[in-house]
């Protein structure tokens, strides 16, 4: 019963009941108490006790009311709070919540830390989680969401997976996005830069290569070189070549990657200036000259290159030599590659 409607039937109760017995029996009755009379009529000696009880029924109601009242508060805040760590665990961005109730807490509180994948399908999630839920699916998919219009990025860090995943989702439908990506590369996660350059790579453009030459790693470069070497539609400049390699950590396997890139794209004299100059400064460019002096057959020019070094030293290009001398018809790359020669 609710106390209001307690309190109204108590009281008409009292009043029923008081009036009925002094209807019935209108005397007095009088009582000594320590020296105190009282002298009332029988009805307020009956009203009197019916009273006080239902002031402490009241009483009593409304401490416990109030003490349900509470706990029920608790209750409907733990469950806020654990939606809402749902949702950041979901986004995989958990953060930590407090909870008042010890049963809710002995569960709840794993969400402070973890991260939720969701798989299959899900009926009865609140609006707000059914449609993260949504997002997070397409995204897995290969979708492109924008988190902005959904108020999600903003609460991500630029290494977070399901944001991460959506830039990836979007370089694949749009490349020009790599373009953006590069320029404030500091704002995503080296994953999404290192994609981005690939891509910037695929397209054969060294104006934009040349421009990010410096982010390129191992693998990106010779996959620069090798795009280069097997396209015919590539435009490049010697200014471009030695920009590239400054940009990068040149040894020896880069320095024959490159030398197999553009030997077909300059003049021989061009590409032997220039790494003539290269093997003379560094000791790490020398295979890749003579790699270019076997591939322009200048026999000659590998002879007396050769026989300034010491027998013990450029083993493969001096046993590829004796079978030139022989009148065999091998190519060069049939028989040396970076692998052999940089040891």
Aim: hydrophobic share 40%; proline share 3%.
């Amino acid at each position: 019963m609710r106390l209001g409607t307690y309190i109204f039937s108590g009281t008409i109760f009292i009043i029923f009941v008081v009036g009925t017995v002094y209807l019935l029996t209108p005397d007095y009755y009088s009582l000594s108490l320590m020296g105190i009379t009282l002298n009332l009529p029988i009805a307020a000696w009956v009203g009197i006790p019916a009273l006080i009880l239902f002031v402490l029924t009241i009483l009593h109601m409304g401490y416990h009311g109030t003490k349900s009242y509470i706990n029920l508060k608790k209750w409907q805040k733990d469950v806020e709070s654990a939606k809402d760590a749902l949702y950041w665990a979901l986004i995989a961005e958990p953060k930590k919540h407090n909870y008042s109730i010890a049963k809710i807490k002995e569960g709840a509180i794993l969400l402070n830390g973890s991260t939720l994948t969701p798989t299959g399908n899900m009926i009865g999630l609140s609006e707000k989680l059914d449609k993260t839920v949504e997002i997070i699916k397409n995204i897995q998919n290969g979708e492109y969401v924008n988190l902005n219009e959904h108020n999600i990025e903003r609460h991500m860090g630029k290494n977070n997976p399901i944001l991460v995943k959506n830039q990836l989702n979007r370089l694949e439908k749009d490349s020009g996005f790599a373009d953006e990506i590069l320029h404030y590369r500091e704002n995503y996660d080296d994953s999404v830069v290192s994609r981005a350059l690939d891509i910037v790579i695929e397209s054969g453009n060294l104006f934009k290569v040349k421009k990010y030459a410096s982010l390129m790693n191992g693998e990106q470069f010779h996959s620069l070189m090798k795009k280069i070497e097997k396209s015919g539609d590539i435009k490049i400049n010697l200014e471009t070549v030695e920009d590239i390699m400054k940009e990068n950590e040149m040894g020896c396997p880069e320095y024959i990657a490159m030398a197999r890139a553009i030997h077909k794209k300059f003049t021989p004299d061009e590409t032997l200036s220039l790494f003539r100059r290269l093997a003379s400064e560094r000791e790490e460019a020398q295979n890749a000259y003579l790699y270019l002096l076997f591939e322009y057959e200048m026999l000659d020019e590998v002879k007396r290159f050769l026989e300034e070094y010491d027998e013990s030293e450029f083993k493969p290009f001096r046993a590829f030599q004796i079978l030139k001398r022989g009148k065999y018809h091998y190519k060069i790359d049939d028989l040396i590659n970076s692998s052999i020669v940089c040891k």
